[in-house]
C-alpha cells in the first residue's frame, strides 16, 4: 500500500489569484482515513488533484515543491501506473463521464488496465450490486439523474481497485439514503481492504465521525490537522469556524462542558434529562420562526398544478398524478430519492418540458400556451450544475447577459445581487477560474438579477460550506419575506429543516406526503437533522437549531433548579 508525502508544495491556477495552494507539508500512511475540510476555495479540491497527479498537467497554472508516492515523485510516474494506484471521484460526476451507458462507463477504466474479461465482469457485479446499479447497466447516462450519475463515477473508479481513493464531495447530489450507503461502503473499504480514504465532504454531520484523521484548510494552507474529532470540534468552536456538525456547535452554543460528534453520544449525555422531560407537560413553548412577508396579494395561487403526468420520448413515465399549489412568499422544498422525478417537476413548472397530461398554470396562466422566454422574467431556474450557466469572460458580463437578453435594465441590480451573495469581490474574474461554491453563487446571481417572482432551485447547496449555506438560507428568507415564492430540490436535511416552510417529499415520480417541515422532518430514520434525532422521544417539535438550543437550556435549568431544591 502507498504512503502519500508531500513537501513545500505550492501551485496557482492562474497568476492574477493567490495561490490555491501554499507550502502544504503533509504525510498520509497507508491505510489512513482522511477529512479535508474548509470554506469555499480553501484549496481542498486542488489538494486532492495534486496527490492524484492531476495539477499542473491537465490545469496549467505554476507549480512548486513535489508530491511522492512510495518516495517517488509523481512527475516521474506514467499515468497509467498512477492510475492503476489513485482513483479520484470528481466533485462534478459529468466532468469524469465519457462513455455512452452505465455499464460502458464501469469497464472502460479496467479496459485501459488491460484486465482479463472474466475479472471485469466480477468487478461489475460487484460494483453495481454495492451501489444500486444492477437494473441501470444499459441505460444511456445523459438520462440518469444527477445523483445517479455521481454513483456511476464512483463505480468506474471502485471498480479497478485503487489503494488510495480520493473523493470530492461524493455524496453532494445524493438522497440521504444513497448517502450513507456510499459512506458505510467507503468505510468498509477502508477498515477491510485497508484502502486509503481521502475524503472532502461540506456536510461534516454525515462523516465527522468516520475519520481516523481531519485537515482543516484555509487559503491554501492547513491551518489544524488533528485525529480526535472532539479536538476538531473544540477548535472550530473556539475559533468561530463553521466546520463542525450541528450537534457539536449546539452543545457548544449552551457552553456544555461535553461535545458530541455523534447523535449516539448526544442522547448519552441527555440520559438523565429524560425524567425530567416527561414530567414537563408543553415543554417546547417557542413557535417555529415565521417570517414576515409583505402585503401581496394571496386569493390567487402563483403555481397551480392539476392532475400532472409526464413521460419522456423513450417511454419512460417520470411524473404521476401531481397536484400542488405554491402560493406568493411560500418556501417550498421538494425531497426524495435520486430519480424520483424532482428535476422534471420542476421543469414543467418554468415551461422547460410540457405537461402529457393535466396542467400547470403560473399565475393563472397554462404554460403550455408560454415559451420559456415569456416565463424567464418572472420564473428563474437554477439547474444542478452551475457550469450550464457561465460562458463569458467576467462575472459581470455573466450578469449582464442575463439582463440584455430578456430586455431588462440594470440600474444598479447587477452589483446589488452580487453583494447579497459576497461576490462584488469577483466581479472582473473570469467564473472557470472560481471554486465550485464560488460558480454555484455565480450562477444564482445570473438569475436573481431578474428580481423573479418564483425562484426554482435544483440543489442549490452543492458544493457550499456551512457559512455559505448559512448565507444563502438567510438570503432566500429574505427574498421569501419580499413575496418572492421559493421552490428548492435537495437533499441537505440540515437545510431544509433551518429554511424551509413546507417539504414536499416525491417517490417514483408521486407525491407521497407534503406539509410542514415540523412534521415532515420529524421522527424520521434518514429525513431528519441531527437535532430532530437527538431529541427524539425526549421533546416532541424540535427541528431547527434554535428549538434544539430552547429545550437544551431548558433541560439543563429546569435539571439545576432540582438540584437546588433538593
Known amino acids: 500500500m502507498a504512503v502519500i508525502k508531500i513537501k513545500d508544495l505550492i501551485y496557482n491556477y492562474t497568476d492574477t489569484r493567490k495561490p490555491s495552494l501554499d507550502k502544504i507539508n503533509l504525510e498520509i500512511p497507508e491505510g489512513q482515513f482522511v477529512l479535508v475540510v474548509g470554506g469555499s476555495g480553501s484549496g481542498k479540491s486542488s489538494l486532492l488533484r495534486a496527490i492524484a497527479g492531476l495539477i499542473p498537467d491537465f490545469y496549467g497554472g505554476s507549480y512548486g515543491g513535489a508530491v511522492y508516492l512510495d518516495n517517488i515523485n509523481l512527475r516521474q510516474l506514467d499515468r497509467r501506473n498512477i492510475v492503476n494506484r489513485v ?35 466480477r468487478r461489475l457485479m460487484e460494483v453495481t450490486s454495492a451501489l444500486g446499479l444492477s437494473n441501470h447497466l444499459n441505460i444511456f447516462i445523459p438520462e440518469l439523474s444527477g445523483g445517479q450519475k455521481q454513483k456511476v463515477a464512483l463505480a468506474s473508479v471502485l471498480a479497478m481497485q485503487p489503494e488510495i481513493l480520493i473523493l ?80 457539536a456547535k449546539l452543545f457548544a452554543s449552551v457552553q456544555y462542558p461535553e461535545i458530541p460528534t455523534t447523535v ?64 406568493p412568499g411560500d418556501f417550498t422544498i421538494i425531497m426524495g430519492g435520486n430519480g424520483a422525478g424532482k428535476t422534471t417537476l420542476i421543469k414543467n ?100 438579477v431578474t428580481r423573479p417572482k418564483l425562484l426554482l ?21 429574505q427574498l421569501q419575506a419580499e413575496g418572492t415564492t421559493i421552490m428548492v430540490i435537495t437533499h441537505d436535511v440540515e437545510f431544509a429543516a433551518e429554511y424551509a416552510t413546507n417539504i414536499i417529499f416525491m417517490a417514483e415520480g408521486s407525491i407521497i406526503a407534503c406539509g410542514h417541515k415540523n412534521d415532515m422532518l420529524s421522527n424520521s430514520t434518514f429525513y431528519s437533522p441531527q437535532i430532530n434525532k437527538l431529541f427524539n422521544n425526549i421533546v416532541d417539535g424540535v427541528v431547527t437549531f434554535d428549538q434544539g438550543k430552547e429545550a437544551l437550556n431548558k433541560l439543563i435549568k429546569l435539571n439545576e433548579n432540582i438540584a437546588i431544591s433538593v
Open 87 to 121: 482513483g479520484m471521484v470528481f466533485q462534478d460526476p459529468e466532468s469524469q463521464l465519457v462513455m455512452s451507458s452505465v455499464e460502458q462507463e464501469i469497464v472502460f477504466g479496467m479496459e485501459n488496465l488491460g484486465l482479463p474479461n472474466h475479472l471485469m465482469k
Open 168 to 247: 470530492d464531495e461524493p455524496t453532494s447530489q445524493l438522497d440521504p439514503v444513497a448517502s450513507e450507503e456510499i459512506l458505510s461502503i467507503v468505510k468498509r473499504l477502508n477498515e477491510e481492504n485497508g484502502i486509503t480514504v481521502i475524503l472532502v465532504e461540506q456536510r461534516l454531520e454525515r462523516c465527522f465521525h468516520l475519520a481516523d484523521r481531519i485537515l482543516v484548510m484555509d487559503k491554501g494552507q492547513i491551518v489544524l490537522d488533528q485525529n480526535a474529532p472532539e479536538t476538531v470540534a473544540n477548535w472550530a468552536l473556539k475559533n468561530n469556524s463553521p466546520f463542525v456538525p450541528p450537534l
Open 264 to 327: 449516539k453520544q448526544g442522547r448519552e449525555i441527555l440520559k438523565p434529562y429524560y425524567q425530567l422531560c416527561k414530567s414537563s407537560a408543553g415543554f417546547l413553548s417557542a413557535p417555529n420562526k415565521k417570517v414576515e412577508i409583505m402585503e401581496i396579494n394571496k386569493d390567487q395561487p402563483m403555481v397551480e398544478i392539476k392532475n400532472l403526468w409526464f413521460t419522456y420520448a423513450n417511454g419512460k413515465e417520470v411524473l404521476k398524478n401531481i397536484s400542488i399549489q405554491l402560493k
Open 349 to 448: 413548472i418554468n415551461g422547460l418540458l410540457k405537461p402529457g397530461r393535466g396542467v400547470v398554470q403560473f399565475q393563472g396562466k397554462d404554460t403550455k400556451k408560454l415559451s420559456v422566454e415569456e416565463l424567464a422574467p418572472d420564473v428563474a431556474y437554477l439547474a444542478q450544475d452551475p457550469n450550464d450557466y457561465l460562458f463569458l469572460p467576467t462575472v459581470r458580463e455573466e450578469l449582464a447577459f442575463t439582463l440584455t437578453n430578456l430586455n431588462l435594465a440594470d440600474n444598479g441590480i447587477s452589483q446589488e445581487t452580487l453583494a447579497r451573495l459576497k461576490m462584488s469581490s469577483f466581479e472582473e474574474v473570469n467564473p472557470r477560474d472560481l471554486s465550485t461554491g464560488e460558480r454555484q453563487r455565480v450562477a444564482l446571481a445570473s438569475v436573481l
Open 457 to 477: 432551485l435544483d440543489e442549490p447547496t452543492r458544493g457550499l460550506d456551512y457559512q455559505l449555506k448559512q448565507e444563502l438560507g438567510n438570503l432566500l428568507v
